[in-house]
């Protein structure tokens, strides 16, 4: 036993005396360091949206990373440079100095490390784009125990521009159609006497609670009424004619221009107006008399 630890004190002191690295046994953190990124040091932009940031790493003296925090307002894209000054022992050709960005989230959005295609690279550069408002950190890092170095971080943002949309009304409200000519005067024939409207009584006998249903509506009477607009539309001639009576005309009625062979169909019907599309010109229309019948 006593020569075993007299064989490990001399090879200690060999490798004192040679002067040969003393690897660090822990793990670059100081054993109070719980939750780093909580305490993450801020990164304040100026005026143009730029900042910088400065640091120095040491594996050996517990100083393995360090993180900051920087806020977007808006949404934005964010230029970030790292730039590394390497340790001076120009034979350690493994050394790389990582970094990564997370998100609000947490979530790693770009990163740099021994296992990206800048490794070993002393300038680092990323461009994220399309970045949310909120708050990200960026966590700089050794990795390799014998590792120290300098680096310094430049940050510049581009905030979003914000569209305004400039409202056009009232440009893109639809112009109201011409409206029909209402008469000074009724159209309505002289001797035209409206059909009275028809009585309805109930009738309830003793042991029929239910009331004897009345009769039909008689059928409507002939109706003439007067052109007051003709318009040319797909298909053909849309003429605007007054309902000429009381109960005045309906829809699918079947009409004629007086004095012409002209037919058409009734639709569209209003309070006042109806309409029909004929095949004919508005010169042929307007050469009649003006007057149309209608009937079922």
């Not at 040491?58 to 340790?87: C, F, M, N, V």
């Not at 979003?160 to 005067?185: C, G, N, R």
Request: glycine share 8%; aromatic share 6%; proline share 9%.
């Amino acid at each position: 036993m006593r020569r075993v630890v007299l064989v490990l004190a001399a090879s200690a002191a060999l490798g004192a005396a040679c002067g040969g690295p003393q690897v660090p046994p822990h793990n670059g953190y100081k054993a109070d360091v719980k939750k780093p990124w909580k305490k993450a040091k801020d990164i304040k932009l100026d005026d143009k949206g730029e900042a910088k940031a400065d640091g120095s790493l040491s594996y050996g003296e517990y100083k393995r990373a360090h993180w900051y925090a920087l806020d977007l307002p808006q949404t934005g894209a964010l230029d970030l440079k790292l730039d590394i000054t390497p340790p001076g022992d120009a034979t350690n050709d493994d050394f790389d100095l990582a970094w990564e960005i997370l998100d609000p989230g947490s979530r790693v959005i770009s990163k740099s490390d021994l296992e990206e295609s800048d490794a070993h690279e002393l300038a680092k550069v990323k461009k994220l784009v399309d970045l949310v408002p909120g708050h990200y950190l960026i966590h700089v890092y050794l990795q390799g125990r014998m590792d120290t170095a300098d680096f310094s971080i430049h940050v510049a943002y581009h905030p979003t521009a914000k569209t305004e949309v400039k409202s056009d009304f009232p440009a893109q409200v639809a112009f109201l159609p011409a409206l029909s000519m209402v008469p000074i005067q009724d159209e309505a024939p002289k001797n035209y006497k409206p059909t009275p409207a028809a009585v309805v009584t109930h009738v309830i006998k003793k042991g029929h609670p239910d009331p004897v249903k009345p009769p039909p509506p008689p059928p409507v009477a002939g109706v003439t009424a007067r052109i007051l607009q003709v318009n040319v539309v797909s298909g053909g001639t849309q003429i605007v004619i007054g309902r000429g009576t009381e109960s005045g005309a309906n829809d699918k009625m079947h009409g004629k221009i007086n004095g012409t062979s002209i037919s058409f169909t009734v639709a569209g019907c209003s309070p006042r107006t109806c309409t029909a599309v004929v095949t004919a010109t508005p010169d042929q229309i307007k050469a009649s008399s003006g007057d149309v019948s209608m009937s079922n």
